[in-house]
Nanobody, 125 residues
Framework: QVHMAESGGGSVQAGESLRLSCQVSGLPFDDYAMGWFRQFPGKEREWVACVNWSGAYGYYPDSVKGRFTVSRDNSANRVYLQMSRLQPEDTAIYYC??????????????????WGQGTQVTVSS
C-alpha cells in the first residue's frame, strides 16, 4: 500500500523560508518522478515543482522559479521542497505526488498517480 506523508508546513512571515518534506513508502521510489502541487481555497491544484527519478533535474513554473527548489533522497524515500522568499500569495495547502513516469515530461495533475494528504503553509505580511 502506498503511503505519502508531507511535513514541514507552518506559519511564517513574508520573506522567510520553509522546507517541506514528503516521506514515501509502498512503491519503488527511484522509479518515480516526484512532484509538488499547491491548492488555494476554492481553486484546483497548481503544479509548483517536479524532480526526475534521479534528482538530477528539477522543473518549476515561472511563478516559483528561483524561489523554490525541489530535491530528493532516494536512499531515504524522501522528497523535499525548499521554499524561500515566501509571500502571502504562496499561502496554500501543499501536496507531494508520485508519477510512475520517471521523468517530468508531464506535470498535469492527472499525470500523477499517488498523493499525500497535504500540509498547510501560511505566509503573513
Amino acid at each position: 500500500q502506498v503511503h505519502m506523508a508531507e511535513s514541514g508546513g507552518g506559519s511564517v512571515q513574508a520573506g522567510e523560508s520553509l522546507r517541506l518534506s514528503c516521506q514515501v513508502s509502498g512503491l519503488p521510489f527511484d522509479d518515480y518522478a516526484m512532484g509538488w502541487f499547491r491548492q488555494f481555497p476554492g481553486k484546483e491544484r497548481e503544479w509548483v515543482a517536479c524532480v526526475n527519478w534521479s534528482g538530477a533535474y528539477g522543473y518549476y513554473p515561472d511563478s516559483v522559479k528561483g524561489r523554490f527548489t525541489v530535491s530528493r533522497d532516494n536512499s531515504a524515500n524522501r522528497v523535499y521542497l525548499q521554499m524561500s522568499r515566501l509571500q502571502p500569495e504562496d499561502t496554500a495547502i501543499y501536496y507531494c505526488a508520485a508519477n510512475k513516469r520517471s521523468s517530468c515530461l508531464y506535470t498535469e495533475e492527472d499525470s500523477f498517480n499517488y498523493w499525500g494528504q497535504g500540509t498547510q503553509v501560511t505566509v503573513s505580511s
